[in-house]
Nanobody, 123 residues
Framework: QVQLVESGGGLVQAGGSLRLSCAAS????????MAWFRQAPGKEREFVAA????????YYADSVKGRFTISRDGAKNTMFLQMNSLKPEDTAIYYC????????????????WGQGTQVTVSS
């Protein structure tokens, strides 16, 4: 399994931007579907965005569509989440995840997870 480490979280005012990174270990990064999830206090972990191996197709939750952009850099074994126009309701711990077969769009049962990075959006 691939090991994942998130970074880039922090405190930002509403309307601001943050860029999250997810660094993956190993030499088979391109073999994995990658996804971002988030979990707010008292809520279940929810899907945010996914990027599919090979095609590079991207998928977003309706709540972030048009504001967040997921991307990956194969040369750096890193996935990114550019978050613009942030809202207080985006406050959560953000997790990256990877799986050779599942995409994360319809299931949270992905094989590898990072430890999470806190994003706090103040109003």
């Amino acid at each position: 399994q691939v090991q994942l480490v998130e970074s880039g979280g922090g405190l930002v005012q509403a309307g601001g931007s943050l860029r999250l990174s997810c660094a993956a270990s190993g030499r088979t990064f391109s073999s994995y579907n990658m996804a971002w999830f988030r979990q707010a206090p008292g809520k279940e972990r929810e899907f945010v965005a996914a990027i599919i191996k090979g095609s590079g197709s991207t998928y977003y939750a309706d709540s972030v569509k048009g504001r967040f952009t997921i991307s990956r850099d194969g040369a750096k074994n890193t996935m990114f989440l550019q978050m613009n126009s942030l809202k207080p309701e985006d406050t959560a711990i953000y997790y990256c995840a990877a799986d050779r077969f599942r995409t994360g769009i319809q299931t949270r049962d992905l094989a590898s997870w990072g430890q999470g990075t806190q994003v706090t959006v103040s109003s």
